[in-house]
């Protein structure tokens, strides 16, 4: 994939000039993207489906570990992998999620990560886990070497379903996760959002490798958040019930590393989905395994 530079330099010759002339300088061709919502609730629940701000594998995948300094960012699918031999050596994936401003009459009563998988590799069934960033990082810039999560064991907030087919959404196990705290953490400090790992094992096991969606893919687009990583929050209104639309939810503006003006033009850009109702929406196909 071709990436659009943060700084350019151009050469301009021909013979219609008389010489040759070069700027350079922080001529950023990246788009400002302003983001919006769809849909609206009303009732004792709203649900909604919020796009993924940046995303990116890192990889120690060749023998030792000579793309440790590679980047990743601007793929189309992230890949999750581990074993004791090279391929598929380390994969693991971290993404971060957009958080809209709650008005003060809802609280979550669920929150949920769901990953498209979009390939079949090397399957696992086995689920794997999901840790909270804690350092900040560049989806353009993050490698295996330079990337804020020590490579071993993590402390694991939730785990995601292990691999059963192509071409589906897996999702946080219920039982196995609890991501309310680091949500409602992030939600009152956003300046602790920095996301999440889903978290490959040591080497030892048998050999794994899978792949989910990026941001990046193409189903991704200015108005249909398609199959790139998805949280999804379950509201309860206080009251009993109350309404949820573009007159309560306030939008912040997305972060400035965000990687989703490297693929998107703008000026707008779908983050938010909301959706009423009794149970989440049918449409959504949303996984909880």
């Known amino acids: 994939m071709i990436k659009t530079p943060r700084f350019i330099l151009i050469l301009m010759c021909g013979a219609i000039l008389a010489g040759c002339a070069i700027l350079s300088g922080p001529f950023s061709l990246r788009p400002t993207l302003t983001p919006t919502m769809e849909g609206s609730a009303q009732g004792q629940y709203a649900y909604l489906w919020l796009g993924a701000t940046k995303d990116a594998d890192v990889r120690c995948s060749a023998p030792a570990c000579a793309d440790e300094d590679v980047n990743y960012g601007g793929q189309f699918s992230l890949n999750l992998g581990a074993g004791p031999s090279v391929p598929p050596g380390l994969h693991r994936t971290y993404v971060e999620f957009y958080l809209p401003l709650l008005p003060d009459d809802v609280e979550i009563v669920e929150a949920h990560i769901n990953l498209f998988e979009d390939s079949q590799q090397l399957p696992s069934p086995r689920q794997r886990g999901i840790v909270e960033v804690i350092a900040e990082w560049d989806p353009m810039a993050i490698t295996h070497a330079n990337q804020p999560m020590t490579v071993g064991s993590l402390t694991k907030i939730g785990f995601i379903g292990g691999f059963q087919q192509r071409g ?108 009423g109702g009794a149970d989440w929406p049918v449409s959504w196909d949303v996984a909880f395994d």
């Open 168 to 275: 589906e959404w897996r999702g946080t196990i219920p039982a196995r996760t609890d991501l309310l705290p680091a949500i409602r953490g992030h939600l009152s400090d956003p300046a602790t959002n920095h996301g999440f790992i889903v978290q490959n094992v040591p080497r030892g096991g048998p050999n794994y490798l899978r792949s989910f969606s990026s941001l990046n893919e193409l189903s991704r687009t200015e108005t249909a958040l398609g199959q790139s990583p998805r949280l999804l929050l379950k509201l309860r209104f206080k009251e009993g019930e109350g309404f949820l639309d573009d007159t309560n939810l306030a939008l912040p503006a997305l972060p400035p590393d965000t990687d989703l003006d490297e693929q998107l033009t703008g000026p707008n850009v779908l983050m938010v989905r909301i959706a």
